[in-house]
C-alpha cells in the first residue's frame, strides 16, 4: 500500500535532523513493508501562496506560517524523509490567474525540477515531475512536455482544485496526458470525488490522493453508495429522511440515534462489524475522537471497493458504461431532491 506524505508539512515537527538520525519515515513510523510518497503540498492544510513565490522558492501558507521553500532546502527533506516516491517542486496557481502567470509557473516549475534532480541523492527515491500550469490549456500542454523529456519515473500533476470547473477540467486534464508517455505513472493532487476521480481515470490519472476521505469523516459523514447496481435505487424523498444524499449518510442526524445497523449492511470493514450507527452517532455528539477514527475505517474501506470496481469495469472493456451509470445515479438524485425541494 502506498501512503502519501506531504514534505513541507513536515519541515519544523519533527525535525528532519532527527528523522534522518532515525533512518527516514519507514523507520520512525515503523512502516516498513509500506511505500512512501512525498509531495509538495498538503492540499488539506497548505495552500499555494502563489503571490509569494517567485524565482527562488516556492511560497506556502502552512500550519506553521508562511514559508518559501527552495530547491536545496525541498532536497534536504527528501534526503531525510528518504521516501519511495518523491514529487519535485511546483509553483501552483488558481484557476483565476492570467496566462502570463500561468506561463511562469511552468518556466519555475521545470527550473525546479532540473534543480531537484541535480541535488537528487543517491538513495532518494524514484522522482516524479510535477506538472503546472493553471486553467490554460496550452501551458498545461508545454509543461507536460518539457516534464516529459525529463529523466522521471512518473508525473505529479498538481493545480488541480484550485478552483476550476468540472467542466474546465477534462480539457486541462487531457491537455497533460495525451502527451505523457503511458507506461509511466501518474498522480493528481487535488480531487477525490467520486465523479472527479471518474473523470481522471477517463483522461488517463492513475493515482489520487484521500482528500475526500479526510473531508467527510471530519464532518461525520459516511459513504454509503451502492456498490452492487443490482440492487434497486432509493427515492430521494426517501433518502433525504435519513440524511442521506444517495451517496453518503449524516451520521450525526438524530434518526441514526437508536439505529442498531451497521453503517453498510453487508460490508466487511472493522467498522460495520463491530459497530452500529447509533453507537458512533452517540460517539459523534460527544465529541469522542472514537467517531472519526471508526468513520475512516469504514470509509477508507468503501472507497477503496469503488477503486476496486473502476479496475474491474477497465479490466473487463465495460469502463465508459460503468461511469454512465454511477454518474446516471447521481444526476437522478439530484433531479428527485430538485423535485421535491
Not at 52 to 60: E, Q
Not at 159 to 182: H, I, K, Q
Not at 274 to 302: F, G, K, S
Request: charged fraction near 20%; glycine fraction near 8%; include cysteine.
Amino acid at each position: 500500500m502506498k501512503q502519501i506524505l506531504y514534505a513541507v508539512s513536515l519541515l519544523d515537527c519533527p525535525s528532519l535532523k532527527a528523522i534522518s538520525k532515525i533512518g527516514g519515515l519507514h523507520q520512525m513510523l515503523g512502516l516498513h513493508g509500506y511505500s512512501f510518497a512525498a509531495v509538495p503540498r498538503d492540499s488539506l492544510l497548505c495552500l499555494p501562496n502563489c503571490d509569494g513565490t517567485n524565482k527562488i522558492g516556492a511560497s506556502f501558507e502552512t500550519p506553521c506560517g508562511r514559508m518559501l521553500i527552495k530547491s536545496a532546502e525541498y532536497m534536504k527533506m527528501i534526503s531525510s524523509l528518504k521516501p519511495n516516491i518523491w514529487a519535485s517542486l511546483a509553483d501552483e496557481v488558481p484557476a483565476w490567474t492570467s496566462e502570463k502567470r500561468n506561463r511562469t509557473s511552468v518556466d519555475r516549475t521545470v527550473q525546479w525540477l532540473d534543480d531537484c534532480i541535480a541535488l537528487d541523492p543517491a538513495d532518494g527515491g524514484a522522482v516524479f515531475g510535477a506538472i503546472v500550469g493553471g486553467s490554460s490549456v496550452g501551458e498545461r500542454s508545454r509543461c507536460a512536455q518539457e516534464v516529459s523529456r525529463r529523466n522521471v519515473s512518473g508525473y505529479w500533476i498538481g493545480g488541480f482544485g484550485l478552483g476550476e470547473s468540472m467542466d474546465e477540467r477534462p480539457a486541462l486534464l487531457n491537455a497533460v496526458t495525451d502527451v505523457l508517455p503511458e507506461e509511466k505513472p501518474r498522480q493528481i493532487c487535488g480531487i477525490g470525488l467520486p465523479e472527479e476521480v471518474l473523470q481522471g481515470v477517463a483522461a488517463g490519472i492513475d493515482l489520487f490522493d484521500s482528500t475526500y476521505i479526510y473531508h467527510l469523516t471530519l464532518g461525520g459523514f459516511a459513504l454509503t453508495f451502492q456498490m452492487d447496481r443490482s440492487k434497486e435505487h432509493v427515492p430521494s424523498y426517501q433518502l433525504s429522511k435519513i440524511g442521506s444524499d444517495n451517496a453518503k449518510i449524516n451520521l450525526r442526524a438524530t434518526i441514526y440515534r437508536k439505529d442498531t445497523s451497521p453503517i453498510v449492511d453487508g460490508c466487511s470493514c472493522y467498522t460495520c462489524q463491530n459497530h452500529t450507527r447509533a453507537y458512533i452517532n452517540h460517539l459523534l455528539n460527544v465529541h469522542e475522537m472514537l467517531a472519526q477514527i471508526l468513520l475512516e475505517i469504514h470509509n477508507t474501506h468503501h472507497y477503496l471497493g469503488f477503486f476496486r470496481l473502476i479496475r474491474e469495469a477497465i479490466k473487463e472493456g465495460k469502463f465508459e458504461l460503468f461511469c454512465q451509470k454511477f454518474i446516471q445515479t447521481r444526476r437522478g438524485h439530484l433531479v428527485e431532491a430538485a423535485v421535491c425541494a
